[in-house]
């Protein structure tokens, strides 16, 4: 079975970090490029990062540049995203999803998506 479980989310105060997983099973995930979206309720989906497969080259929406890492975790057949220096506009439901098409590259689509994580940053 197809499914992608994110977990790692939580409250944190500004400023403070949270380390984010993604973990695939039924398929690999090194195989294709994933990226990491979040969703604030009564707002569009944000993609956030994304990195891809083979040459693991990876990209971050503007405001999260420099302070958010992506990186990827073959041995655990997962995806990770390092939050540091969290601010409350990064306050939203992430979620990790990839579109599983060989050679397939930044940016994804969603075709599989997990249900995501919390993630709550207070002032």
């Known amino acids: 079975q197809v499914q992608l479980v994110e977990s790692g989310g939580g409250l944190v105060q500004t400023g403070g970090s949270l380390t984010l997983s993604c973990a695939a099973s039924?398929?690999?995930?090194?195989?294709?490029?994933v990226g990491w979206f979040r969703q604030v309720p009564g707002k569009e989906r944000e993609g956030v990062s994304c990195?891809?497969?083979?040459?693991?080259?990876?990209i971050y929406t503007d405001s999260v540049k420099g302070r958010f890492t992506i990186s990827r975790d073959n041995a655990n057949n997962a995806v990770t995203l390092q939050m540091n220096s969290l601010k409350p506009d990064d306050t939203a439901l992430y979620y990790c999803?990839?579109?599983?098409?060989?050679?397939?590259?930044?940016?994804?689509?969603?075709?599989?998506r997990g249900r995501g994580t919390q993630v709550t940053v207070s002032s």
């Open positions: 990195i891809n497969s083979g040459d693991e080259a990876t």
């Open positions: 039924g398929f690999t995930l090194g195989r294709y490029a």
């Open positions: 999803a990839t579109n599983p098409v060989p050679g397939s590259r930044c940016p994804v689509g969603t075709t599989y």
